[in-house]
């Protein structure tokens, strides 16, 4: 052992870890506004043709042009995480890529509804009549949760693997396909990720709008641009708590020493305490607040409950860097906490004055939910992947075989932060080029390829 | 099954070279239409023609990755790895190409429009071109099944390039003769003979190369070409015969046949691609049975077609029936 190979597949392994967690983290984004913002311009669409809504039929065909280039965005940094698979994890693939593709084959179909029908509805403003073209609508949203919910089944069998039998040498000699897709982990990581989504395209469009009411704007084109994104997002969030406490504590359960470091269990205990923030350095975690006994109190609903530390497992099956993943786990906890407080704020106004809270600081916590919320995204896509580590495959496959032998990641690295980082700002610049002609006015202006002088078009 | 599943990735991967590939072709004619002024009405008709279009085309991608890499894992970890270098450039390719095309459309200035426009274009040449690379040095036995072949010769070799460039033409001439129709529907005679005469121009191309193609086969390819001169010779005549009725129709000014035979031309050659590179995923290391997954897995795979044919195929059917009706014109 120790040869040169060896030292040449691990000196790929953070690369790769980095390309992956950055364009799937990028991804993740753009996804979630793919899977949650056709609802919410559905609903914008059915109260501008129900009521007869000017207003609301202007930011649901805005929205449609807003989504047109997030959804291509988003289908060609997908595109790349299908390539990735192979290109920086064959050893994934060749081993269980007959169990892992199952659940994006099936997301396939339903990528490839919600492209057709994406493509009516933003195509179809002008042509198609009113309630027709609303319905077109419609199988993108079914398709944008239905891809969701089996892509995200994919993940969570890395998670908990299950529903095959190997031979000795690890080769898979039969699959269960409905077994793989419906794992241990798909039940509360499925619908924390389609909530997620919600959550995210919600407060980030919502957002959007808080800004221009800052910014004095204060019409019934903002307030209902603000309102109806808010409210998703506002309901979905206390499913969400609910989600995600189940899942903390599933997880406690399917992977202990992932919920270990997320809460720095160091030996398995009962009456486990519960810190809030802090840094753990050589077996002592400084600054954050200790709560005695809450972490048990939280797992099994009483002080005595055992809950497993990560002296159970050899430092080598243990995830890296618990502060890390105790940090982002708190992170997207409080954040979600206080996402909470903020939908629940404008339902007490509502209730009370159907109006929104008068402060200036309703609009300003609004302003910065959105980035929260893609905050907290990023962070909870942190704890499930690191958390694993040093596993891809849950106890079967350490991510150190999964990884190519092929050189010189670290350039493709490089590329990749490079281009994404332009094609982020690429795009913000985009959509805010087109808000601007929007409130310039030349709300039809017609979309034409570079080049042309006005003139010269057939 | 595991024929039957080779059979669905191969439709997969002929319904990505003639729609995904019209796309690409179209970014190709959009690359080569010249100043802002004189390319304005070419460019103008491109875009209308592949905006609505082009992200269902472009699944039919992730379709061929999605059944591979689950119906023939192994198959998949060895390109991978062997191909990490022209898949990659691909990949980057894919960004740039849809992600240019999409902000260009919104973006504010002239100036940025061009260089979103820029990057559309060109990537819709070179992703083409390395996915061909890749088809090349497949086809000639390059990828060995364990993943080990050479990271830079196995793509970077006559061979495998000339199947790249094939395929640039191939995405050319098919965009060509579908923007014949596309510039019919908007009226333009004189698009119409624009179209026309690079159709012809990339047909011939595209069908000197497959010949070209042909010959450094019989050297570099052994297993390929004798399967191409053997048991898939018939979809070899077809496609000569459809390319050069296309060109014929071309030449007579038939756009309506033209069309129908440049796809026929197109399907013949991957098919007889797949026939001849028979029983072998990747020649001549590892079989489609020896490389296939477990039953049940292909069962899903199965499954997974007949939910497509029945779900997306209506579906597809209806979005190009509005798309060539004009009901969706921005």
Known sequence: ?458 | MSTVVAVELWLGVTLYAVLGGADFGAGFWDLVAGGAERGARPRALIDRAISPVWEANHVWLIFILVVLWTGFPAAFAAIGSTLFVPLALAALGIVLRGSGFALRHVAGSLGVRRVLGAAFALSSVLTPLFMGTVVGAVASGRVPANGSGDRLTSWCNGMSLLVGVLSVATCAYVAATFLIADARRAGDAELERYFRRRAIGAAVVAGALAAAGLVVLHDDARYVYHGLTSGALGLVIVSAVCGAGAVAMLLRGDAVWARPLAVGAVVAVVWGWGVAQRPYLLPTSLKIDAGAAPHATLVALVIVLGVAVLVIGPAMALLFTLHQRSVLDD
């Open chain 1, 1 to 458: 052992m120790g040869s040169p190979s060896l030292l040449a597949v691990s000196s790929q392994l953070l690369p790769a870890r980095e390309q992956m967690a950055f364009t799937l983290g990028f991804h993740i984004v753009l996804a979630s506004m793919g899977v949650a913002f056709p609802a919410i311009t559905l609903l914008a669409n059915y109260r501008g043709l129900r009521r007869g809504d000017e207003t609301a039929l202007t930011l649901a065909q805005r929205w449609s042009k807003v989504m047109a280039v997030l959804f291509a965005v988003g289908a060609v940094t997908g595109t790349v995480l299908s390539f990735e698979f192979g290109l920086l994890w064959p050893g994934l693939m060749k081993r269980y890529g007959e169990m892992f593709g199952i659940g994006f084959a099936i997301e396939g179909l339903f990528f490839f509804t919600e492209a057709i029908f994406i493509a009516i509805y933003i195509y179809g403003w002008k042509r198609l009549r009113p309630w027709p073209h609303f319905w077109t609508g419609v199988p993108a949203v079914i398709a944008g949760i239905g891809g969701a919910l089996s892509v995200v089944s994919a993940n969570s069998w890395l998670n908990q693997p299950a529903g095959f039998k190997a031979a000795a040498d690890g080769h898979v000699i039969s699959v269960q396909p409905l077994d793989v897709i419906f794992n241990r982990a798909t039940p509360y990581e499925v619908p924390h990720m389609v909530l997620a989504a919600y959550m995210v395209a919600g407060f980030l469009i919502a957002s959007v709008y808080a800004v221009g009411m800052l910014r004095g704007r204060h019409d019934r084109y903002h307030r209902l641009g603000f309102l109806i994104p808010f409210t998703v997002a506002a309901i979905a969030t206390p499913l969400q708590l609910f989600v995600g406490d189940t899942a903390a504590r599933a997880i406690a359960k399917d992977q202990p020493v992932k919920f270990a470091a997320m809460e720095y269990v160091q030996s398995t205990q009962t009456h486990a305490p519960e810190y809030l923030g802090g840094i753990y350095h050589n077996g002592k975690v400084t600054g954050g607040i200790r709560i005695p006994g809450l972490d048990s109190l939280l797992v099994g609903f009483s002080t005595d409950t055992k809950v497993t530390g990560w002296n159970s497992v050899a430092p080598k099956d243990r995830p890296p860097s618990p502060t890390l993943l105790h940090l982002a786990f708190d992170a997207m906890v409080g954040i979600g906490s206080l996402l909470l407080l903020l939908g629940a704020w404008l339902a007490f106004s509502w209730w009370r004055r159907r109006e929104l809270p008068r402060t200036i600081w309703f609009l300003r916590a609004a302003a910065v939910a959105g980035v929260g919320a893609v905050v907290a995204l990023e962070c909870g896509w942190i704890v499930t992947e690191v958390g694993r580590q040093p596993w891809t495959v849950y106890r079967l496959l350490r991510t150190e075989n999964a990884v190519t032998g092929a050189t010189g990641i670290w350039f493709s690295l490089a590329v990749v932060l490079v281009l994404y980082t332009a094609l982020g700002v690429a795009t913000v610049i985009a959509l805010r080029a087109m808000a601007r002609r929007w409130r310039e006015g030349d709300a039809e202006d017609d979309e034409v390829p570079y080049g042309p002088p006005a003139g010269a078009l057939p």
